[in-house]
């Protein structure tokens, strides 16, 4: 197990299904942190994901992106702030919204999504290699679960049969 788990009382703390899905995101994203960086990415940080999972193709608040990601406005616009300082993204008026600014990829940022995008069959192909496709295929399934009951239904679930 990775040392990355703190200890508690001179002993590692108990390994639960929450820190094991967190460091299993931790891994995975790792590999596409160090694949964002090979393509020439190497300003954007794990902590960007939050931004480039919840954005819209045509643009998104900085307060709906914050609630997306469950973080605050100021946290959220910080990392905005980061991205559009090295050309990942611009601000644009909202034509809905005079007073509103989109959130909105440039060629760059959308070279970042595409990246990722490119990622997503390769990490499923090689969790495939390592549990099975059947088991990535249920893990998948079961993982939405979770999200499905721990959001009280509200986020439907998003899994094709197979």
């Known amino acids: 197990m990775s040392t990355r788990i703190p200890t508690s009382r001179g002993r590692r703390r108990p390994v639960t299904l929450a820190v094991l899905m967190r460091e299993a995101f931790v891994a995975l994203n790792g590999i596409v942190m160090a694949r964002l960086a090979e393509r020439g990415h190497t300003a954007v940080r794990s902590a960007h994901s939050a931004v480039f999972q919840y954005l ?10 914050a609630e997306r990601a469950q973080m605050t406005k100021q946290a959220m616009a910080e990392l905005v702030r ?15 919204d005079r007073r509103a600014k989109l959130v909105v ?14 990622l997503v069959p390769e ?23 979770i999200r499905h009951a721990a959001t009280g239904g509200r986020e439907p679930a998003s899994l094709p049969e197979r």
């Open 105 to 118: 990829p440039t060629d760059r940022g959308r070279e970042v999504l595409a990246i990722a995008a490119e």
């Open 56 to 65: 819209d193709d045509t643009g998104t608040t900085v307060s709906l992106l």
């Open 123 to 145: 990490i499923d192909e090689w969790a495939g290699r390592i549990l099975g496709p059947d088991r990535v295929h249920d893990l998948k399934a079961d993982l939405d679960a």
């Open 82 to 96: 980061h991205l559009e300082g090295h050309g990942y993204l611009v601000r644009v008026p909202d034509p809905a």
